[in-house]
């Protein structure tokens, strides 16, 4: 078994497909990811990925019937689902079989990934914007609860401005990189290659859930334990 760091956005789909193209030729071959980022291979025979983006429900009259196609089709052409992660489809291959890709309409494929990512403000920067508004928002009452100077003398507190400021520096980060990424796409009429810029910006967004999940639950235990 060997454990990988797996922060790619839907966005990004084609470096999470070299990612695990990296890791196949290689041996392994992936299993499971757990808590959206923290991968799992295990070693495996001519091990193949394939990366997809997940359907969208509203082009379809019948969303589970056409989910059931689909995954009926990949089953059929050898890719045997793994999990869906942040809007991406996860396949490995059968060992039995040498599946080909299921996408194979560059066009298609395009119109489908500029769909899924159409480049609208509200999509990108009000979840961000409200995430720290929020944490804005918890950081004052907890120190109202407590006591405004606890909040620059605790490690906890400290950790609850160094998580703002963090947030405040991705909500630019995110946003730029994505739209030139898009921007890039756009004008070339296919998905570029995704760049070492972008692929930080993914690795920084996932830290910062992961320590705004350790820092709400440390804010919490101090609440109830207070």
Known sequence: ???????????????????????????????????GCIARFEKAKHPRHFVDLDLDKKRYNDPDRSYKD??????DGGWLYVQT?????????????????????????FDRF?????????????????????LFCLIHYTADYFCASDLL???????C????ALTLLLLPIVFISSR?????????????????????????TQWHRILSALIALSLLLGLIYS
């Open 114 to 134: 500029w769909e899924k990512n159409n480049p609208r403000l509200w999509k990108s920067f009000l979840p961000a914007a409200l995430l720290a508004l929020a």
């Open 1 to 35: 078994m060997a454990l990988g760091f797996f922060p790619y956005e839907p966005l990004h789909y084609k470096a999470a497909q070299a990612y695990l193209d990296k890791k196949a030729a290689k041996g392994l071959e992936l299993r499971k990811i757990y808590l």
């Open 180 to 204: 030139l990424y898009l921007s890039k796409c756009r004008k070339s009429g296919q998905i570029e290659p995704v760049d070492r810029a972008s692929v930080m910006a993914d690795i920084f």
């Open 85 to 109: 992660l942040r809007g991406m489809l996860l396949f490995r291959a059968d060992p039995s079989k040498d599946p080909p890709p299921i996408q194979t309409d560059e066009n298609v494929e």
């Open 70 to 75: 689909y995954f009926r089709l990949c089953a």
């Open 161 to 164: 401005l160094l998580l703002f």
């Open 153 to 159: 003398t605790t490690n906890l507190g400290l950790s």
